[in-house]
């Protein structure tokens, strides 16, 4: 149980006492081994490129545990690409929290924030001022650059391209009094989530790299929709409290819901069904598709659903990032950055050691 308050429409502004659900899946979750020294190596690259604005910023990572999420969402990935993903996610949540979702709806710092990721990947370096995690954020993309084939890095590339993009609708959606409608949102947030690059990593991190023949192939796409779903609409359940606190992004899927039906915990029930339905259906799809898989799309598979257990297991045995204690204080990143854009001075070599 927690409380929450809606930011819109005057009947749902009261906190009320809500019933959160949990969700069951049907198949074995795993985790990487020597999480602990995963994380110890994300913290010391965190610090390393300049990501901790102070101790309590650093306190709130150190509580979040980004590195067991990625030791459980990819289990077998060989331990350099399990480094990259445990410093990719410190690096997104952070980034994603100080340019979009806790800070003012749009500002000055907007466009330059996100236009800057873009750069990277499309330049493969530095601008000539570096903003905040664009060093950490370079250095991310060249250790994956050496680590997947060039298809398969620009995969990911390209959700995270769509990541940056869809970010500008998200702040449109939020610059009305009320957001544009349940497919408008559930088209925004399959990409801003984050979800589509991180499943793009699934098949390199189990049994190898997905040619494209397989990748794109519809029930295989369909299959991938299906995971971002869960982790997104379930999310949506999971971060309500801390979410309804944020001074910029704030409608989700249950917000959304809650509009429609009158009351929060209806938009709670209503999106816990969407959820459970996606559950059901991913499942089903992916028998199906495994009778006649090979080796790589059956690790493909196998890695969209440690993704699914993973994201479940994190949130309920590792992380407080979404834990109501907390919601106030980590709502609101509007103070941490500097008046310079610039956070960070340390500029990467030109490829990793």
């Known amino acids: 149980m927690n409380t929450s308050t809606l930011p819109v429409a005057d009947h749902l502004r009261q906190p009320i006492a809500l019933s959160i659900p949990r969700f069951e899946i049907a198949w074995p979750s795993a985790c990487a081994g020597d999480v602990e020294q995963l994380e110890r190596g994300m913290i010391s690259w965190a610090e390393t490129h300049g990501l901790f604005l102070g101790e309590d910023h650093r306190r709130r990572v150190l509580r979040t545990r980004y590195a067991w999420l990625a030791a459980r969402c990819y289990p077998r990935a060989e331990r350099h690409l399990l480094q990259t993903i445990a410093n990719y996610f410190v690096w997104y949540f952070l980034v994603d929290d100080m340019f979009v979702d806790r800070v003012d709806i749009t500002s000055p710092r907007t466009l330059p924030q996100l236009t800057a990721m873009l750069d990277v990947l499309d330049f493969n370096r530095l601008g000539a001022e570096p903003i905040y995690g ?79 023949a397989e990748y794109y192939r519809s029930d295989v796409q369909q299959l991938r929709l299906h995971a971002n779903n869960i982790v997104c609409w379930a999310n949506d359940v999971q971060s309500l409290d801390i979410e309804m606190k944020q001074p910029g992004q704030f409608w989700s899927m249950v917000a959304v819901e809650a509009l429609r039906h009158g009351s929060l915990q209806k938009g709670v029930d209503h999106t816990a069904a969407r959820v459970r339905a996606e559950i059901h259906q991913f499942l089903s799809l992916a028998t199906t598709v495994e009778q006649g898989a090979d080796r790589l799309l059956r690790g493909f598979i196998t890695g969209m659903k440690d993704w699914v257990s993973g994201y479940f297991d994190w949130v309920a045995h590792d992380t407080q990032r979404y834990d109501a204690a907390f919601a106030e204080q980590d709502a609101d990143d509007r103070q941490l950055l500097p008046s310079s854009a610039s956070a960070e001075q340390e500029r990467p070599s030109a490829a990793p050691a």
């Open 134 to 212: 664009e060093a950490a954020w370079l250095d991310i993309c060249q250790h994956l650059r050496q680590l997947l084939p060039a298809e398969h890095f620009q995969r990911y590339a390209n959700g995270m391209r769509l990541w940056a993009s869809t970010a500008g609708l998200q702040i449109l959606n939020h610059l009305n009094e009320q957001p544009a409608g349940l497919s408008a949102y559930m088209a925004i947030r399959r990409h801003t989530s984050g979800m589509n690059p991180c499943l793009d990593l699934a098949d390199s991190a189990n049994a190898g790299p997905l040619p494209a």
